[in-house]
């Protein structure tokens, strides 16, 4: 009997659509983050969490290539289970800021002769990350989510659109999507709307970044029904 493979091929390159990302990699990265905070908590070795979160700092400014967890999970894991979910990358990213400014943090209280303040910093981070791994709940992912949401329903972001720039004619309505051509949840999106018999004008925020920028898009999928006169009547996504 043949057993065929059902993972799925690549479909982001990892180290160069950075702006997705493949959901089990944050995952990944965030049990490393957890297992370095207990064993620093375990030991009595603060300076161990202060390496991980190092390892942060330096995966954010020089890219995936240096986040080793990362690449552990790209070149080992995924290539055995396939490609998870591809989801925007700008969440976990956030999550991986906030991170390393916890663990730098604690790094300065510990040298500075504070140990309580960077002792209760660690335990922090460790319950943190590994509620994520554990169930799935990343609350510095919740938190950009959150404060992206209210930068977006601020006056002139999302509460109007000026059809023009949709290549639209003022005086018919629409549903807008901001979409990218590697998210999952995108795709999932536009063929809901499809069945639902509202087929989205697609705005591509990786070739189209400057209306992402105009409308202070920092999250997608972002669908917006749009009445005629540009008002935005819902947000669907």
């Known amino acids: 009997m043949q057993i065929v493979e059902s993972r799925r091929v690549r479909t982001a390159d990892p ?5 997705v990302v493949d959901e089990r990699a944050p995952r990944t990265n965030q049990a490393a983050v957890a297992l370095a905070c207990w064993a620093a908590l375990a030991t009595g070795s603060w300076w161990v969490a202060g390496l991980m979160g190092l390892q942060l700092a330096v995966g ?4 995936r290539r240096y986040c080793l967890p990362c690449v552990f999970y790209f070149e080992v894991i995924q290539p055995i289970v396939g490609e998870g979910e591809v989801e925007d990358a700008r969440a976990p990213r956030f999550a991986n800021i906030l991170g390393a400014v916890f663990l730098g943090a604690a790094s300065v209280a510990h040298l500075t002769g504070v140990p309580s303040l960077g002792w209760g910093l660690i ?3 460790a319950v943190l990350a590994t509620v994520a791994v554990v169930t799935g709940f990343c609350l510095g992912c919740s938190a950009y989510r959150v404060i ?6 601020r006056p ?24 990218h051509p590697l998210c999952s949840d995108c795709k999932e999106l536009e063929a809901r709307l499809r069945s639902e ?9 990786s070739r189209q970044g400057d209306l992402a920028r105009k409308y ?4 997608v999928p972002l669908a917006l029904q749009v009445a005629s006169d540009g008002r935005v009547l819902e947000r669907l996504a």
Do not use: E, K, N, W
């Open 216 to 219: 202070h898009v920092a999250v």
């Open 148 to 153: 992206a949401r209210l930068r977006g329903v």
């Open 197 to 205: 018999g509202r087929a989205p004008v697609l705005i591509d925020v």
């Open 123 to 125: 335990a922090m981070v």
């Open 60 to 63: 954010l400014v020089f890219g």
């Open 15 to 19: 180290y160069l659509d950075t702006d």
């Open 156 to 179: 002139g972001h999302h509460d109007h659109l000026d059809l023009v720039d949709f290549g639209l004619v003022r005086g018919s309505g629409a549903v807008i999507q901001f979409t």
